[in-house]
C-alpha cells in the first residue's frame, strides 16, 4: 500500500458555514471569511480550477479576511471521499498555477 504526501493549503470559508458543526463557533450572524490551514491528500482531489467568481464576491461584500486582499487568486478544490459518491468542494488560497506545482509534490 502506497502511503500519499498531504499537502498543506490555507482554505478560506465563511465563518457561518463552519458554525453547525462546531460547538465552539462563533454564535453571530456575521458571513466573515476566516481561513485555516488544511492538509489535503492530493490523490482524493478529483477536479479543481481558478474560481474567479470567488474573488468578485469577495470584493462584492467587501469582506476580506485578514492578510488578503484584492490582488489574491482563489482555486476551488473538489474531492471525492473514498471512492464513494460523496464530494466536497472547497476554496482555498493561491492561484491554479501555485495549487498546481503544490498538488504535484504530493505525487
Same mark, same amino acid.
Not at 466573515?32 to 470584493?59: G, H, T
Given at each position: 500500500?502506497?502511503?500519499?504526501?498531504?499537502?498543506?493549503?490555507?482554505?478560506? %470559508?465563511? /465563518? +457561518?458555514?463552519?458554525?453547525?458543526?462546531?460547538?465552539?463557533?462563533?454564535?453571530? !450572524? =456575521?458571513?466573515?471569511?476566516?481561513?485555516?490551514?488544511?492538509?489535503?491528500?492530493?490523490?482524493?482531489?478529483?477536479?479543481?480550477?481558478?474560481?474567479? %467568481?470567488? /474573488? +468578485?464576491?469577495?470584493?462584492?461584500?467587501?469582506?476580506?479576511?485578514?492578510?488578503? !486582499? =484584492?490582488?489574491?487568486?482563489?482555486?476551488?478544490?473538489?474531492?471525492?471521499?473514498?471512492?464513494?459518491?460523496?464530494?466536497?468542494?472547497?476554496?482555498?488560497?493561491?492561484?491554479?498555477?501555485?495549487?498546481?506545482?503544490?498538488?504535484?509534490?504530493?505525487?
Amino acid at each position: 500500500m502506497r502511503v500519499s504526501k498531504f499537502i498543506k493549503l490555507t482554505e478560506i %470559508y465563511k /465563518k +457561518d458555514s463552519i458554525a453547525r458543526f462546531s460547538n465552539t463557533a462563533s454564535t453571530d !450572524d =456575521s458571513s466573515e471569511y476566516c481561513l485555516r490551514e488544511v492538509m489535503v491528500n492530493p490523490n482524493y482531489i478529483s477536479m479543481f480550477w481558478e474560481c474567479a %467568481y470567488f /474573488k +468578485d464576491q469577495l470584493i462584492e461584500e467587501n469582506k476580506w479576511p485578514e492578510g488578503l !486582499d =484584492s490582488r489574491q487568486n482563489f482555486t476551488k478544490l473538489q474531492i471525492d471521499s473514498n471512492g464513494n459518491s460523496t464530494k466536497s468542494t472547497f476554496y482555498v488560497v493561491g492561484p491554479i498555477e501555485l495549487i498546481t506545482k503544490k498538488l504535484a509534490q504530493g505525487d
